[in-house]
């Protein structure tokens, strides 16, 4: 063990300006070391495993003198327990790396998972309600929060205020907190079982969704009232009103439709094949087109440079926005999915097609697999008479000339 020095104070430790080790006292082997250009560092002088080794305890006067003998001190406990200061000061600067590596807030994350996910998503409007959601719920609750600390307690305070009435949005929140939870846990960033997880965990704590959500279907028009509409909306002036009436005509749904290239289209077969990363099921489908359907889209112009069928005033796709406000002007009390319904109800009361063809017609999933694997065709042959006569209905107006859809919607 090294001589005990004389303890020397503040004042005398602050005097020591001549080169060399200037041991201090207050703790065995501490010393301030003077180096030739001036400096002042602090040192530790002591044996381990054996071997004199000198450990720095920092620089004079940043670290003061009663801090470093209690650096010094401390680093003496661990020699007497065996552990040598050095490699323990090396092992928790390398835990404080590793530490600030794992520092991800929950809003990088999920920032990340989108980045690395959104390629594979059907649309840009599908990584935009992602943001949406996280954005107005998630953020300014764990936002901020690493995401090795979000915990159950964050989770639920997030979902509890719009679990009964916001239940679907909430759900889905949910599924996507819980995505981006597990990007984290793969990535490294937290460890644990994920706090958003549904089955076993939030399932016991959380009303399940299908018992509190109020289902609303969209709004949509009596079987009835459709032939009238029809003739007031082929008056109609506008991109818009010519993209609802095809959507109607070929029970698609609105995005499928504002999307429509004409690359897709065969107007000498009348069929559209859509293809797969433009379906809501992802699988390519084919849309015979009625006669009426192939003469609406041979009116339409073909502007230069553009593929879309029904191009915005300004390029590129109509909104989402646009066949719901011709129904706005008309003052019709409908959605523009509302239509399918519509088509759907005509096809189940009015005609004695099979259920499997309007399926397909509206390009439906199956639900059940062992049937999904042994169905085969899509029925086309069936499905062009049908859309054929669904034209034949939209082109007949009940003999009571009823108004009726002609209404504000409440």
Known sequence: MPKKAKELGPLAVGRLTEPGLHFVGGVAGLALQVLPGGGRTWVLRATMGGKRRDMGLGGFPDVPLTDARTAAREARKLIKAGTDPIDHAKALISAQRASRAKALTFKQAALAYIAAHEGGWRNAKHGQQ????????????????????????????????IWAEKTETASRLRGRIEQVLDWATARGYRDGLNPARWR???????ARPSKVARI????????????????????????????????????ARSGEVRGARWSEIDLEAAVWTVPGNRMKAGKEHRAPLSAPAVAL????????????????????????????????????????????STFRDWASERTNYPRDAAEMALAHTIGDKVEAAYRRGDLFEKRCLMMADWAKFLDTVPSNGSVSFLREAG
């Not at 009116?299 to 440079?305: K, M, N, W, Y």
Request: with cysteine; net charge neutral; aromatic share 6%.
């Open 200 to 206: 076993g965990h939030l399932d016991k704590l959380l």
């Open 130 to 161: 992602w943001r949406n959601t996280l954005e107005g719920y998630a953020y300014p609750v764990v936002g901020s929060l690493l995401v090795r600390d979000v915990d159950l307690t964050h989770v639920l305070a997030i979902l509890e205020p």
């Open 297 to 340: 889209l041979r009116t339409l112009p073909r502007i230069a440079g553009s593929d879309l069928v029904f191009p915005a005033p300004r390029g590129g796709e109509l909104s989402d926005m646009t066949l719901s406000a011709v129904l706005r002007r008309m003052k019709v009390g409908a959605v523009p999915h509302g239509f399918r």
């Open 216 to 251: 609303e279907h969209r709004a949509a028009l009596p079987v009835s009232e459709v032939g009238s509409f029809m003739v007031q909306l082929c008056d109609g002036q506008g991109m818009g009103a010519r993209a609802l009436e095809f959507a109607i005509l070929t029970a």
